[in-house]
């Protein structure tokens, strides 16, 4: 048996380094929005009281979907490799992938800062034609099939995409013999159904990987992104069921339905049993909030 950790959307707060210049148009609007709003939602104390949670339980890999930052300076992503580092994983450990707040602005993108600094937590075994996304990494009877829905989009939207040559990629990997022998596991930001409306914050291509799934078949798909606890199916291949499981927000103060969590997938041969940890305000530590069987 497996265990994979899921973390996700912790949003690291580090505005230490930012300069005038670094604050115009998108980002200007969302450092305004972090200073009067999302501070107060968002708990570095918490955070770091959930690694040291994390840290007390046995699991053998741990998988970030996205949203590290908030407005993608890179204070904010520094803060999150000290988090990183402080967890008792090696880099072969740990694997991330960027969210939309990740892609905030397109200089950004451009020049793959994100990519940069978490270069070790994306190395791969497997790329197609030298692009970075998707890339597997292999870990023991798992693959984990790393995309990345961020797009600068330009817009106050939170909306992401795969993109034709990405999702023609990952289709490629998906069938990949050296993946298709093991358990496959597909990363990604977005949710890929629709968990909270309005195409503004969703996955533009969602029909068209919601199809390749359906051809290529999954394992297991995780996301982040809505800040909520989601269990839900995608159609596979043949008549079976895709588990698509999302995550709370790493560092959300609030009730313990909504509050800082993680998730822990057990994976066997036959099954997928998902544990989800969450801080409760009343006794003030992480508890089980709640645990169930995916379909296998």
């Not at 590290?68 to 890179?74: D, K, P, Q, Y």
């Not at 990519?115 to 030298?130: D, N, S």
């Not at 596979?236 to 588990?243: F, L, T, Y």
């Not at 698509?244 to 099954?271: E, K, L, M, N, Q």
Request: charge should be positive; glycine fraction near 10%.
């Amino acid at each position: 048996m497996l265990r994979l950790a899921q973390v996700s959307d912790p949003h690291f707060q580090g505005l230490h380094h930012l300069t005038l210049r670094d604050c115009v148009g998108k980002r200007l609007l969302g450092a305004f929005n972090l200073l009067v709003r999302r501070r107060h939602k968002h708990s570095m104390a918490l955070l770091r009281a959930l690694a040291a949670d994390l840290s007390q339980r046995s699991f053998d890999h741990l998988v970030l979907t996205g949203d590290l930052c908030n407005i993608a300076v890179r204070s904010e992503w520094s803060a999150a490799l000290r988090w990183i580092e402080d967890l008792p994983l090696s880099a072969d450990g740990v694997t991330v992938i960027p969210g939309n707040h990740d892609a905030y602005v397109a200089d950004v993108v451009r020049q793959g800062v994100f990519e940069q600094m978490f270069a070790a937590y994306q190395t791969a075994e497997l790329r197609v034609g030298g692009h970075h996304y998707p890339f597997v990494r292999l870990r023991g009877e798992l693959a984990l099939l790393c995309a990345s829905s961020a797009v600068p989009t330009g817009d106050l939207g939170a909306w992401g995409r795969l993109g034709e040559a990405q999702l023609g990629r990952l289709e490629a990997l998906l069938t990949a013999p050296e993946v298709v022998s093991r358990r496959r596991i597909l990363l990604i930001h977005h949710p890929p159904l629709v968990n909270r409306p309005g195409e503004d914050r969703n996955l533009r291509d969602r029909e068209q990987l919601q199809a390749l799934l359906a051809r290529t078949g999954a394992d297991l798909v995780l996301h982040g992104h809505d800040h909520r606890d989601f269990f839900k199916q995608l159609a596979g291949p043949r008549g079976s069921s895709i588990p698509v499981v999302g995550v709370g927000s790493a560092s959300y103060r609030g009730p313990v339905d909504r509050s800082a969590r993680y998730h822990i997938f057990a994976i066997d041969a036959g099954s997928v049993e998902v544990t989800t940890y969450a801080h409760d305000p009343a006794r003030g530590a992480f508890v089980e909030w709640g645990r169930r069987q995916l379909c296998g």
